[in-house]
């Protein structure tokens, strides 16, 4: 942890006095165990947990999470593809009777009325 002042800082002395005292007191490790989870292994050097055998290979339960992910999304996109190949057919038919409507329509409306759609 560290504090940034300035040079000229006035009461540099007074806050190393009261920083000191908050460490004899033992709040700022109160303070750091309290506010970090499981802050007491964390604490630990890097050997004692490697000297003591706690660490183990990785087993196939340990990606069980992982797996359930990987599945549902596999799932949801397939289901999503699906639905875009049905439903992009029945857009696709709409689509082309809609034009030949429409081409049909300008057809007539040119043809049937002479100057009067052109006004």
Known sequence: MALAIGKTFDQKAELSRGITRLKEFGIIEYLK?????????CLKPLSS?????????LDIVDFLGVFAIYATGISVAA??????????????GR???????????RRTAGKGEGGSART
């Open 33 to 41: 165990t309290k506010d970090l989870f499981n802050a007491t292994e």
């Open 95 to 105: 689509g082309r009777e809609g034009r030949e409507d429409t081409e049909d329509a």
């Open 79 to 92: 289901a999503v593809f699906v639905l875009e190949l049905t439903l992009g057919r029945r857009r696709a």
């Open 49 to 57: 947990s490697v000297t003591s055998g706690e660490l183990r290979a």
